[in-house]
């Protein structure tokens, strides 16, 4: 069934809407671990948790409809959900650590390498998106993505020395299961409805990080807090978590992981804003430039996808009318 025109600018704005989420996570991150000194275990489990509480009451409505309606994905959903989890629990742990390590703009930037990955595991076990792989705009577009990126990244080698390897070795692991996440929720979670899809992750998510929380980390460093801090705690977890996974959700089933991942590459602009006001940390010229051409080479991979929409809807147009064709 084709979708209508007006679904794509939709998960446009959602993605739009989910960089804005993700670009806050390193600045809220950086500022309990090295601020707050909150065990990073713990502020994981917490902020995911307010996910899982969240969306856990449209779980198991939409559940309550789809076994009302006799349909048979509601009750495999808990299954589909198993590999996606896996690979998002791997992502959580160490994209988590790396603020121990690592500044909030570094995180902002070198995560952005996940697309890489998105686009290895996509081109590997999704058959819609190798089209793309033979477009001239969506190379021209992953080159200038990668390369402002690598910029960005040499910059930050450049300015920490070698005492940021290790963050960066953390943040390089999470890379690959960012990039993995995207194309498992693509090809694991497409049957389910969005909000569906994405509770069910975050209740076992959730699950695990409180058991890692409390085998690995010290809870106990959470009690202290004052009201106003587990407020920005919860909130943290409504943006970065809550929201910002639903909208990058809706960005990837109707557009791609490889085109999201493209499109969220303009997140470190974000990180980079909130570092500067709450952090004290900002941009400097040769980095804002390799920023740059990451945002313009997120924008080519759009015009890329969009292209290959045109051309698979004008053969299908022209199966259509063939003689002969069961379709017409």
């Known amino acids: ?64 409809r789809q076994r009302q309606a006799g349909a048979a994905a509601g009750r495999s959903v808990w299954r589909a959900a198993l590999v996606p989890t896996a690979v998002n629990l791997f992502g959580q742990a160490t994209y988590g650590a790396a603020p121990v390590y ?124 004052s009201g106003g801090m587990w407020l920005v705690l919860i909130l943290s977890g409504l943006i970065g978590v809550t929201l910002a996974h639903v909208m990058y959700y809706r960005g990837i089933h109707r557009l791609g992981p490889v085109v999201a991942s493209g499109m969220l590459m303009a997140t470190p602009f974000v990180t980079y804003a909130g570092a500067a006001l709450a952090l004290g940390e900002t941009l400097a010229p040769a980095q804002f430039a390799g920023g740059i051409t990451v945002v313009a080479g997120g924008v080519l991979l759009v015009v890329a996808k969009g292209q290959v929409e045109r051309r698979l809807a004008k053969q299908a147009e022209l199966d259509k009318r063939r003689p002969g064709s069961t379709l017409a």
């Open 1 to 64: 069934m084709t979708q209508p025109k007006d679904d794509k600018w939709v998960a446009v704005l959602c993605l739009v809407g989910a960089m804005l989420g993700y670009g806050c996570v390193p600045v809220f991150l950086r500022f309990f671990i090295q601020s707050e000194k909150m065990d990073f275990w713990s502020v994981n489990a917490a902020r995911y948790s307010v996910a899982a509480i969240f969306w856990s009451p449209a779980v198991f409505v939409l559940l309550k």
């Open 102 to 225: 690592a500044s909030a703009p570094t995180i902002g930037f070198v995560i952005r390498l996940s697309f890489l990955f998105a686009m290895i595991f996509g081109f590997l076990f999704i058959a819609e998106e190798r089209p793309l792989a033979a477009r001239p705009v969506f190379v021209v577009g992953a080159a200038l993505s990668l390369g402002g990126v690598v910029a960005l990244f040499l910059g930050q080698l450049r300015a920490e020395g070698t005492a940021s390897l290790p963050g960066l070795a953390i943040l390089l692991a999470s890379t690959i299961g960012w990039g993995a996440y995207a194309v498992s929720v693509r090809k694991w979670m497409a049957p389910y409805p969005v909000r569906l899809g994405f509770g069910v992750i975050s209740l076992y998510t959730s699950a695990g990080l409180i058991l890692l929380a409390l085998v690995f980390g010290r809870p106990s460093t959470l009690a202290p807090l």
